[in-house]
């Protein structure tokens, strides 16, 4: 069973940083793509970025493109997500996402396993 784990998440001031983690277990995850999306109070589940795990090919949101960057470490089993210069309409909770393939999904909806999502919060 895949399982996905996020940390990394808090709260921080405007113009910060945070790295985002999601440890990932359960499958070999070489045919996966992975992706990272938000949920703010009130809003529907928003795309950020995805990553396919044996290219490492990635796509990002127009909303956070230069700002965002997914990655993933192998030997860890884990995909990142850093944020940079990071803003209140940032605060969301953050989840991450898997799905078997190779299509880099934006639809939340594309992908089967999910984690319990980590909060970050962005203050003024």
């Known amino acids: 069973q895949v399982q996905l784990v996020e940390s990394g998440g808090g709260l921080v001031q405007a113009g910060g940083s945070l790295r985002l983690s999601c440890a990932a277990s359960?499958?070999?995850?070489?045919?996966?793509?992975m992706g990272w999306f938000r949920q703010a109070p009130g809003k529907e589940r928003e795309f950020v970025a995805t990553?396919?795990?044996?290219?490492?090919?990635?796509y990002y949101a127009d909303s956070v493109k230069g700002r965002v960057t997914i990655s993933r470490d192998n030997a860890k089993n884990t995909v990142y997500l850093q944020i940079n210069t990071l803003k209140p309409e940032d605060t969301a909770v953050y989840y991450c996402?898997?799905?078997?393939?190779?299509?880099?999904?934006?639809?939340?909806?594309?992908?089967?396993?999910w984690g319990q999502g980590t909060q970050v919060t962005v203050s003024s």
């Open positions: 996402a898997a799905v078997r393939g190779y299509l880099l999904h934006q639809d939340h909806r594309e992908y089967d396993y």
């Open positions: 359960g499958r070999t995850f070489s045919s996966y793509v």
């Open positions: 990553i396919r795990w044996t290219s490492a090919d990635t």
